[in-house]
């Protein structure tokens, strides 16, 4: 059986950048994140225990979108690391995020950029 527990397009303040004024001034990010295992076809969810929780996911998120980092890959690379090392459950198969910066200072109009990491 195959099991995903995502959160979809959290929302954040953060001073991600490698400019100082991103750093200074912050910038909206939104990220999401989804995390898959491949679990026996009994396993059984009648305990919280036995699940993938969810509000753990949003803690690791939160840490590492309040420490300033100067690229979008190294913050979900952490948030990556600390799942694994975080995991209460086997079967651990893969974890997507993807985190974006709106309105980017690239000189252009644009309403996000985005990178996207699978583990």
């Known amino acids: 059986m195959t099991y995903t527990v995502s959160l979809k397009e959290l929302k954040f303040r953060a001073r991600h950048g490698v400019y100082a004024f991103e750093k200074e001034q912050g910038n909206n990010f939104v990220l999401s994140i989804s ?30 979108m309040d420490t300033p980092t100067d690229l979008l890959e190294t ?29 980017p200072p690239i000189g252009i109009e644009c309403r996000a950029s985005e990178v996207m990491l699978e583990f």
């Not at 898959?36 to 590492?64: G, M, R, S, V, W």
């Not at 979900?76 to 600390?82: L, P």
């Open 35 to 64: 995390v898959t295992f491949n679990l026996p076809d009994n396993h059984n969810f009648d305990k919280l225990e036995k699940t993938y929780n969810y509000q753990l996911l949003a803690q690791i998120a939160k840490k590492h």
């Open 75 to 103: 913050v979900c690379q952490g948030i990556a690391h600390e799942i694994k090392e975080n995991n209460n459950i086997v079967g651990l198969e893969k974890i997507v995020i993807s985190l974006a910066k709106q309105n």
